[in-house]
């Protein structure tokens, strides 16, 4: 067990839909990234937060937005869902602001149909 | 920006060989370079990583990896196959101390025949 907690572990929506993905970092830890994983693109960083700002943005596309939480959570919502976004969406977390050991979450399975 | 290569997105391997999975890299300044591993159903996990130093990195399951920067290389090996190491392996790469951003390559997955 990493400690990250990512819900909801699958979700099933609808193409236009809108979607909130949840994560919880390990306790302690500052900084929250969030991957996302696909066969086709691989596994490609979107965003991250560290102590509540914004720190690197990665391939993320307008549709997606994130935040993070005074309490450390963060927030990933994706909206007017296509086909295309159905992917595994990672969270990830780290001590520091740089990404030089990453605790994983389960991941959330989002099916857009 | 840095990037990451790696060479075969499946190896097949026997209980007690050698594992090979090969990383190579692109970074305009010294790299910091990492391997994890996935296996089904869960996020990944840190197996080891190079910031600077020792260039032969020992990690945990008994894998190993060395950076040859003339070769800009990476490749994670371990003497003994187990069927426990059947996963999915990704390299990846950061700018050095100044990088935040952690690009992964394509991975490899692993498949151990007894």
């Known amino acids: 067990d990493s400690g990250v907690t990512q819900t909801p572990k699958h979700l099933i929506t609808a193409t236009g839909q809108r979607v909130t993905l949840r994560c919880s970092p390990r306790s302690g830890d500052l900084s929250v990234y969030w991957y996302q994983q696909s066969l086709d693109q691989g596994l490609q960083f979107l965003i991250q937060y560290y102590n509540g700002e914004e720190r690197a943005k990665g391939n993320i596309l307008e549709r997606f937005s994130a935040q993070q939480f005074p309490d450390l959570h963060s927030e990933l919502n994706l909206s007017s869902l296509e086909l295309g976004d159905s992917a595994l969406y990672f969270c990830?977390?780290?001590?520091?602001?740089?990404?030089?050991?990453?605790?994983f979450g389960s991941g959330t399975q989002l099916s857009v149909l | 920006a840095q990037s990451v290569t790696q060479l075969g997105s499946h190896v097949s391997v026997s209980e007690g060989a050698l594992v090979l999975l090969r990383c190579n890299y692109s970074s305009s300044v010294p790299p910091y370079l990492f391997w994890y591993v996935q296996y089904p159903n869960q996020g990944l996990q840190l197996l080891l990583k190079y910031t600077t130093g020792a260039t032969l990195v020992k990690g945990i399951n008994g894998f190993e990896a060395e950076f040859k920067k003339s070769e800009t290389s990476f490749h994670l090996t371990k003497p003994s196959a187990h069927m426990s190491d059947a996963a999915e392996y990704f390299c990846a790469v950061t700018k050095g101390a100044a990088g935040n951003k952690l690009t992964f390559g394509g991975g490899t997955r692993v498949l151990v025949k007894p």
């Open positions: 990830a977390s780290s001590v520091g602001p740089m990404p030089e050991k990453l605790f």
